[in-house]
């Protein structure tokens, strides 16, 4: 049975078949990626490379936002899933490793827990200013 | 009208809190179109407070009033002429004001930015407004990760949600108090009124709104996870640091510390236009926990 892997290659259409890398700093002069739009715009860079598969290197980077890397994660997915791009991250920083894998672990947001709260109302002015003064 | 501006702002958030909202009922309750706003007495104020009446006033002027801050020989008006309190650090205005924060590196507080909520400056701006915060308080490892973590994702938070023109950050240490605090500020539409709009959740007022704001309930119909911020944010803060986190959306406070949560109802007139957040971060619990703990 062909993996899935080899069939995504296999039909990577009008692409070069060798492994590109790229560094993101040859892309984005920053060390700290913070926004979704700086994740749409390295992707849609690394989209535009006649490359099925891309790595791209994190070295120089010392810190990604979670929203960047949802993104980030999200937009490398589809292009996987749509065999357009195999977006490889390698030498990343531990850290940056670890909000992918913490995003990666919570794209579906119907897991988690909700806490009430007790809404405190006041009477008098006074009274919420004793509240908020005691806090 | 003469708004009666403290002579001194205590530390505690609460009390803090409170004075903002006497000010916003004053003023909301009030039909004179000019306030003067006066410092001339004032001896010492909380970061919290400025940050708080800075984003009031941003609100008053847009509403049409005419408001005049008179600094006199206030032994605060080179703090406030550092800070910039009378227009911001006005980065919308003139992106290139952005190369002249590090100038703040050696202080132990940034100016009131003034930050865009598009395109490639925001991400410019948040990364330099945290790098002058890291070289003010040299704080490293798991600690600066998370002030980062915070950071980018409560600005990004108020690009996504607030359909505000700009959002404002401002930093200040308090060395010898032994904490950060961090306001992070909109005048936008509000977290109710984000929510009514999304058609994702239908919350029946602004407690339930905010209750599903701080649990990561997002608004965004997208298949993706959304909604992390502000809820990941606050566990960092109160669970992993022992801080206080702060929420002020319209009439309706939400505050949480290691001994409670509270969504409390501000009446009488006082409200908040968009969402104040007020972050209070211990600097002696640095690196006792893995951030992964609570965002992951």
């Given at each position: 049975?062909?993996?899935?892997s080899t069939?995504?290659?296999?039909?990577?259409?009008?692409?070069?078949?060798?492994?590109?890398?790229?560094?993101?700093?040859?892309?984005?002069?920053?060390?700290?990626?913070?926004?979704?739009e700086?994740?749409s715009?390295?992707?849609?860079?690394?989209?535009?490379?006649?490359?099925?598969?891309?790595?791209?290197?994190?070295?120089?980077?010392?810190?990604?936002?979670?929203?960047?890397?949802?993104?980030?994660?999200?937009?490398?997915?589809?292009?996987?899933?749509?065999?357009t791009?195999?977006?490889?991250?390698?030498?990343?920083h531990?850290?940056?490793?670890?909000?992918?894998k913490?995003?990666?672990?919570?794209?579906?947001?119907?897991?988690?827990?909700?806490?009430?709260?007790?809404?405190?109302?006041?009477?008098t002015?006074?009274?919420?200013?004793?509240?908020?003064?005691?806090? | 009208m003469?708004?009666?501006?403290?002579?001194?702002?205590?530390?505690?958030?609460g009390?803090?809190?409170?004075k903002?909202?006497?000010?916003?009922?004053?003023?909301?309750?009030?039909?004179?179109?000019?306030?003067?706003?006066?410092?001339?007495?004032t001896?010492?104020?909380?970061?919290?407070?400025?940050?708080?009446?800075?984003?009031?006033?941003?609100?008053?002027?847009?509403?049409g009033?005419?408001?005049?801050v008179?600094?006199?020989?206030?032994?605060?008006?080179?703090?406030?002429?550092?800070?910039?309190?009378?227009?911001?650090?006005?980065i919308?205005?003139?992106p290139?004001?952005?190369?002249?924060l590090p100038?703040?590196?050696?202080?132990?507080?940034?100016p009131l930015?003034v930050?865009?909520?598009?395109?490639?400056?925001?991400?410019?701006?948040?990364?330099?407004?945290?790098?002058?915060?890291?070289?003010?308080?040299?704080?490293?490892?798991?600690?600066?990760?998370?002030?980062?973590?915070?950071?980018?994702?409560?600005?990004?938070?108020?690009?996504?949600?607030?359909?505000?023109?700009?959002g404002?950050?401002?930093?200040?240490?308090?060395?010898?108090?032994?904490?950060?605090?961090?306001?992070?500020?909109d005048?936008?539409?509000?977290?109710?009124?984000?929510?009514?709009?999304?058609?994702?959740?239908?919350?029946?007022?602004?407690?339930?709104?905010?209750?599903?704001?701080?649990?990561?309930?997002?608004?965004?119909?997208?298949?993706?996870?959304?909604?992390?911020g502000?809820?990941?944010?606050k566990?960092?803060?109160?669970?992993?640091?022992?801080?206080?986190?702060?929420?002020?959306?319209?009439?309706?406070?939400?505050?949480?510390?290691?001994?409670?949560?509270?969504i409390?109802?501000?009446?009488?007139?006082?409200?908040?236009?968009?969402?104040?957040?007020?972050l209070?971060?211990?600097?002696?619990?640095?690196?006792?926990?893995?951030?992964?703990?609570?965002?992951?």
């Amino acid at each position: 049975m062909i993996k899935l892997s080899t069939f995504n290659y296999l039909c990577a259409p009008k692409v070069m078949d060798c492994t590109h890398k790229i560094s993101v700093t040859d892309i984005l002069s920053k060390n700290s990626l913070v926004t979704r739009e700086v994740a749409s715009f390295l992707i849609s860079k690394l989209k535009n490379l006649p490359y099925y598969t891309i790595e791209v290197d994190f070295s120089n980077i010392d810190f990604i936002s979670r929203s960047f890397a949802d993104q980030f994660h999200k937009e490398k997915v589809d292009l996987w899933d749509s065999r357009t791009k195999n977006i490889i991250v390698i030498n990343a920083h531990v850290d940056v490793y670890s909000m992918f894998k913490a995003v990666s672990k919570t794209q579906n947001s119907s897991n988690r827990d909700y806490h009430s709260y007790t809404l405190i109302q006041f009477q008098t002015r006074r009274s919420l200013k004793d509240y908020l003064q005691s806090i | 009208m003469i708004l009666p501006i403290p002579n001194r702002t205590p530390n505690e958030i609460g009390t803090t809190i409170y004075k903002l909202i006497q000010l916003s009922q004053i003023v909301n309750n009030s039909q004179d179109e000019e306030i003067i706003v006066d410092f001339t007495n004032t001896d010492f104020l909380h970061c919290i407070f400025i940050s708080g009446l800075f984003c009031l006033i941003k609100t008053w002027r847009a509403n049409g009033k005419t408001v005049k801050v008179i600094m006199g020989d206030s032994p605060i008006s080179s703090y406030f002429s550092t800070i910039q309190f009378e227009n911001g650090f006005d980065i919308v205005r003139d992106p290139e004001l952005i190369n002249s924060l590090p100038e703040y590196n050696s202080k132990r507080y940034t100016p009131l930015v003034v930050f865009p909520l598009t395109g490639n400056t925001r991400e410019y701006c948040v990364s330099t407004v945290l790098d002058v915060i890291h070289n003010q308080t040299n704080i490293k490892g798991t600690f600066k990760m998370a002030v980062d973590y915070m950071v980018s994702e409560l600005t990004n938070n108020i690009a996504d949600h607030s359909e505000a023109g700009f959002g404002v950050i401002f930093a200040q240490t308090y060395v010898n108090k032994g904490y950060i605090d961090i306001s992070i500020v909109d005048n936008g539409i509000g977290v109710f009124n984000s929510y009514q709009k999304s058609e994702v959740f239908n919350p029946k007022d602004e407690a339930e709104a905010i209750a599903m704001a701080v649990n990561g309930r997002s608004t965004k119909d997208l298949p993706e996870s959304r909604g992390f911020g502000i809820s990941t944010s606050k566990a960092i803060i109160v669970k992993a640091l022992g801080g206080i986190f702060l929420m002020w959306s319209g009439q309706t406070i939400f505050i949480e510390t290691r001994e409670s949560p509270n969504i409390l109802k501000v009446d009488e007139g006082a409200s908040y236009k968009g969402c104040f957040l007020s972050l209070r971060l211990p600097l002696n619990s640095q690196n006792n926990f893995n951030l992964y703990d609570f965002i992951g």
